[in-house]
T-cell receptor
Framework: DAGVIQSPRHEVTEMGQEVTLRCKPI?????LFWYRQTMMRGLELLIY????????DSGMPEDRFSAKMPNASFSTLKIQPSEPRDSAVYFC?????????????FGAGTRLSVL | GESVGLHLPTLSVQEGDNSIINCAYS??????FIWYKQESGKGPQFIID?????DKRQGQRVTVLLNKTVKHLSLQIAATQPGDSAVYFC?????????????FGAGTRLAVHP
């Protein structure tokens, strides 16, 4: 089983540039989550999808952030324009269920550095 | 335990000893709890979970204890090994946020010494 696949693993960009992070969830999972991890704020949920539909985006910090899930096997998180304070590790996770319990399986993350 | 800011609390143990990692959760309405392990450069990895109708649950070398009265969760690791060195996160779910919206603690770093 391949697990959650994220790309790229590392991204270095300059302030003002557009950044696109990609995620392929585990096949058969119907929920997908985007998190951001920093030393100061820990692991924060940005947005999650159920059956490709965005359910809760209250964690998205600003309008510069957007996420899409065009189909069950692919999602993107876009930052435009990027700023140095967006530097963090971004994780994608997926799960099946969402009723009695929800084990989220995480990808390896994308480390983003905005210079 | 929990921590706020730059510095994670660190638990240092000798290889072979038992480890106990503590977590205080915030929402009394939460009824689902989960522990994750995160090794350097990797994503969080599921370890064990527990529902609020249980006080204890055991896995392989790990035990989770839940005390709802004081909103406290602990993870016990038996015979700690060097491979257990990582940051451990507790997370709570259920309540008004539902089971999709897990709230993660700040994490505890476990350092295992030979």
């Amino acid at each position: 089983d391949a697990g959650v696949i994220q790309s790229p693993r590392h991204e270095v960009t300059e302030m003002g540039q557009e950044v696109t992070l990609r995620c392929k969830p585990i096949s058969g999972h119907n929920s997908l989550f985007w998190y951001r991890q920093t030393m100061m704020r820990g692991l924060e949920l940005l947005i999650y999808f159920n059956n490709n539909v965005p359910i809760d985006d209250s964690g998205m910090p600003e309008d510069r952030f957007s996420a899409k899930m065009p189909n069950a096997s692919f999602s993107t998180l876009k930052i435009q324009p990027s700023e140095p304070r967006d530097s963090a590790v971004y994780f994608c996770a997926s799960s099946f269920g969402g009723s009695a319990k929800n084990i989220q399986y995480f990808g390896a993350g994308t480390r983003l550095s905005v210079l | 335990g929990e921590s706020v800011g730059l510095h994670l609390p660190t638990l240092s143990v000798q290889e072979g000893d038992n480890s106990i990692i503590n977590c205080a959760y915030s929402n009394s309405a939460s009824d689902y709890f989960i522990w994750y392990k995160q090794e350097s450069g990797k994503g969080p990895q599921f370890i064990i979970d527990i529902r609020s109708n249980m006080d204890k649950r055991q896995g392989q070398r790990v035990t989770v204890l839940l005390n709802k009265t004081v909103k406290h969760l602990s993870l016990q690791i038996a015979a700690t090994q060097p491979g257990d060195s990582a940051v451990y996160f507790c997370a709570e779910g259920g309540g008004s946020g539902g089971y999709n919206k897990l709230i993660f603690g700040a994490g505890t770093r476990l350092a295992v010494h030979p």
